[in-house]
């Protein structure tokens, strides 16, 4: 199986605001995720002119033990490309006893 890899930016001092929010991805860190895995969600709509669009989505997977060290400006490589998180990062964690086998993570592939 194809490893993700977690990459983090080092903040850096934002010259507008002076504070340390600007992300430098020239020398990010980075760490393999055991047992964390991309997966494709599909969905497919139908334009007003009768073609299907099929539009593919992705989530990450990623284990309990890792899910406290992912943020919402973390990217991750896998199989040769590179996802942003798209949207928030949340933990989904049972109501009566907290139990959580880790967290979803929505993500887009990033190019260019």
Known sequence: MTPVIRVRAAR???PYSL????LDWSGASRAR???????PQ???EVRPDG???VRTFYQLMVPGVLAEDITADD???WDGRSWSVAGDVLSYA???TGWSAGLVVNVVEVSG
């Open 75 to 77: 990217r991750f490589e």
């Open 12 to 14: 850096t001092l934002d």
């Open 51 to 53: 073609r299907v669009t």
């Open 94 to 96: 049972h109501p009566f």
């Open 19 to 22: 504070e340390l929010t600007a």
């Open 33 to 39: 995720l055991d047992g964390a895995v991309i997966s």
């Open 42 to 44: 599909s969905t497919s």
